[in-house]
């Protein structure tokens, strides 16, 4: 996945890098807002592949003594880091639009019409070539980019279509309106998932009562407690938790220990756990607090 991931992203930069020169001389040119904004936000989108290009080979590297987990969020800051700047950029065309609402000008068609159809056979076709990659948050939100900048770029080419035959050049900023507001709606799932892995929150569709009660239907699993979930990467997830036993020899609880892994494994899909046994009751987990220093 990270080769051909990475290869696509390279090629995507650099379409998207010519593109956005493109569309800022047509914008220019034509005097279209829209396609000045199509510009600014295809310059956003060359950053997030950049980005998304180094973070996926950031995510290979292994784990190192100062870096434990490896690099795995690096990927998750560089997506963090895309939604957030196509959410500042996606403010800047709503003002913009709202200026030009009031004062509306001369828009050249033609030049809308050539950007955007350029734009759709683009986009359309770096969104493809990361379709296989999209389990991979970081990648999802590059892919998530180039269906809105497709999405955007055809509603461009309806918006010169439209003008060319009413010549109502206020279609030019309500357009733009209308492309911010889908960045926000294709951009949201992406920045939530971000800040939730972020601040180290349960892996979405894993709830921990669920995984607490998968682990007490194991035989010899007494009590969960101190039970902690969270993601290091896109895919990858982490468990720590105290089980209580049975005072069992540390040999026989060693069968306890793979069941609960295979478990964690099969129905959960978390293979990076930390489990500690106890065997005594325990169940608020204030006795496995160690005091502070006074």
Known sequence: MTG???GALRIGAALTLAYVVFTLVAGIWGHSLALISESAHNLTDFLALVLSWLAVYLQGKPADQSRTFGYQRAGVLAAFLNVLTLLVLTLFIVVEAIARLHAPGDVHSGWMLIAGIVGVAMNTG????????RGDLNLRGAFVHMMGDAVSAALIV????????TGQTIIDPLLSLVIAGFIIWTSWGVFRETINILLEGAPSGIRPDQVAGELLSLPGVQGVHDLHIWSLGSHA?????HIRIANIPPSESDAILRRVRQRLGDRFH????TV??????CDTGECCQIPPNR
């Open 4 to 6: 051909r991931g990475s």
């Open 126 to 133: 770096i969104a493809i070539s990361l379709t296989r990659h």
């Open 158 to 165: 309806a918006g010169a279509i439209a003008i060319s035959i």
């Open 237 to 241: 997830h982490a468990l720590s938790a």
């Open 270 to 273: 978390i293979h990076h756990t």
């Open 276 to 281: 500690q046994f106890e065997n005594q009751w």
